[in-house]
């Protein structure tokens, strides 16, 4: 089975802190994503990457940066966390369009709830 | 952005009963899909259906696709408590797997 692996759960960061919530996937994806989650506003992308190294903005990618240095690894960072980061964050992965199996289904791993104090 | 709504936004039903939820997007698309999020989790995927498709079953599952009205919905039968999740649709941007996701509803299946 494809395996997201956040790494962390829960975190509790207090203003100004960098931040880093990384994500693993075991399944050579190409595609890999970072959602937030916020009540009543439903999953908005953040960032995505296609490749190593390479990266597209998403709809909300300000105060965020994100880091693709190997496949299997993306990294979603907060320079400076503010209290309106506080959020559930979503890493999710899927193969590339250059696959044969081109479902196009997300993985998504189990979410990093994060609180800025 | 293309996001696509849920409707309604909340369901309560018994159980046994069958659960219908609605899924409005903005622009033409290559694929839809409905996923699961049980609470405090993360989503899990359901079923895809293709633009060219009108009509995909899994299981309990029943998708169905207008693309003239720019709409899908999620049919799920005899529902179960287990069912008790958000359910979200997602659509893809033309000649990406970039997907956008809906607000979700929330489904409550009381035994």
């Known amino acids: 089975d494809v395996k997201v692996t956040q790494s962390s759960r829960y975190l509790v960061k207090r203003t100004g802190e960098k931040v880093f919530l990384e994500c693993v996937q075991d399944m050579d994806h190409e595609n890999m994503f970072w959602y937030r989650q916020d009540p009543g506003l439903g999953l908005r992308l953040i960032y995505f990457?296609?490749?190593?190294?390479?990266?597209e903005k998403g709809d909300i990618p300000e105060g965020y940066s994100v880091s693709r240095e190997k496949k299997e690894r993306f990294s979603l960072i907060l320079e400076s966390a503010s209290t309106n980061q506080t959020s559930m964050y979503l890493c999710?992965?899927?193969?590339?369009?250059?696959?044969?199996?081109?479902?196009?289904?997300?993985?998504f791993g189990e979410g990093s709830r994060l609180t800025v104090l | 952005s293309q996001q696509g709504e849920e409707d309604p936004q909340a369901l309560s039903i018994q159980e046994g009963e069958n659960a219908t939820m609605n899924c409005s997007y903005k622009t033409s698309i290559n694929n839809l899909q409905w996923y699961r999020q049980n609470s405090g989790r993360g989503l899990v995927h359901l079923i895809l259906i293709r633009s060219n498709e009108r009509e995909k079953h899994s299981g309990r599952l029943r998708v169905t696709l207008d693309t003239s009205k720019k709409s899908s919905s999620l049919l799920i039968t005899a529902s179960r408590a287990a069912d008790t999740a958000s359910y979200f649709c997602?659509?893809?941007?033309?000649?990406?797997?970039?997907?956008?996701f809906g607000t979700g509803t929330r489904l409550k299946v009381l035994a």
């Open positions: 997602a659509t893809d941007f033309s000649g990406t797997y970039k997907y956008i």
């Open positions: 990457s296609y490749d190593v190294k390479m990266k």
């Open positions: 999710a992965s899927s193969w590339g369009l250059k696959r044969e199996r081109l479902t196009g289904e997300l993985f």
